[in-house]
């Protein structure tokens, strides 16, 4: 593991504020490491990952490619396992694959001072509705109501919830409901509910954590009345911070040195 060249991958990824967290980091750090991001679709995935050469040490994956890295990898760790889906891949002997989005969410939540939740509502059945399946049963969560456009795709998820010893129920977005302790919005930017619907959601939805940070706030945020609202920027900064982690020790659990301050300058570039 002796490469210095590091990058976010996806498609679309213009947007991706991903070069500069790292940037920041990096910079605390005194790591002489370049990091960039690539517009790579799917179908190009194992052909551009198979081109790399020894300089390279790590990648940061986003949609579309996480399912596709998770197939590419010859380890994973237990989040990547459980959902599906690899958003770090480190690079060497062999692909170890990681998902850090897992860690991220519960680093975002536990620093709005949600640590401990019973019932939990997930909007959206895709990638992320399953990395949040598995942060919230590690938080305790014992019920979760999944909603999405179209409850059919929510098998896998209520399969999960399953090996998580979790109660797992799906159902349309629309479907009546019972108030939570917290809802996880991981609908795609952008997504804008029936204002009706929207503020019915709100309504006994608990705590709001919301993926979506671009536009912010987002059109569920906008209607959550005086609940507590939580960005997605949050889960960008921690599951960053881990992928940092990874790319400095191999290890998601191992600290930075002096990470307070890189976690300083990190937020800073948001």
Do not use: C
């Not at 380890?75 to 002997?93: C, I, M, Q």
């Not at 969560?141 to 909603?147: C, E, K, L, M, Q």
């Not at 906008?222 to 900064?237: A, D, E, K, Q």
Request: proline content about 5%; cysteine-free.
């Amino acid at each position: 593991m002796s490469g210095s060249r590091l990058a976010v991958w996806g498609d679309p990824i213009a947007h991706s504020k991903s070069p500069a967290l790292h940037a920041a980091a990096y910079s605390v750090l005194g790591l002489d490491w370049e990091y960039e991001r690539r517009q790579v679709s799917a179908a190009d995935f194992p052909g551009v990952l198979d081109s790399l050469d020894r300089s390279w040490r790590g990648l940061s994956l986003t949609m579309p490619l996480k399912e596709a890295a998770f197939r590419a990898t010859a380890s994973r760790d237990r989040h990547a396992d459980l959902t599906g889906a690899v958003n770090t891949l480190l690079l060497g002997s062999e692909l170890s694959g990681f998902n850090t989005d897992v860690g991220g969410i519960i680093d975002a939540l536990g620093e709005a001072g949600v640590t401990d939740v019973r019932s939990v509502r997930i909007l959206g059945a895709g990638a992320t509705a399953a990395s949040a399946l598995v942060a919230v049963a590690e938080l305790g969560a014992t019920d979760v109501d999944v909603r999405a456009r179209r409850p059919e795709r929510a098998a896998g998820l209520v399969e999960l919830g399953g090996r998580l010893q979790v109660s797992v129920t799906r159902d349309a977005l629309s479907a009546p409901s019972t108030p939570v302790d917290l809802t996880i919005a991981t609908l795609p930017s952008g997504t804008a509910l029936d204002t009706d619907l929207a503020e019915r959601l709100a309504s006994d939805g608990g705590v709001l954590f919301d993926a979506a940070y671009a536009p912010w706030p987002s059109a569920l945020a906008s209607v959550w009345g005086n609940g507590p609202v939580v960005s997605g920027l949050g889960m960008l900064l921690h599951q960053a911070v881990r992928q940092i982690r990874i790319f400095r020790h191999g290890d998601p659990a191992v600290e930075l040195p002096d990470e307070p301050h890189v976690l300083a300058a990190m937020r800073a570039a948001l």
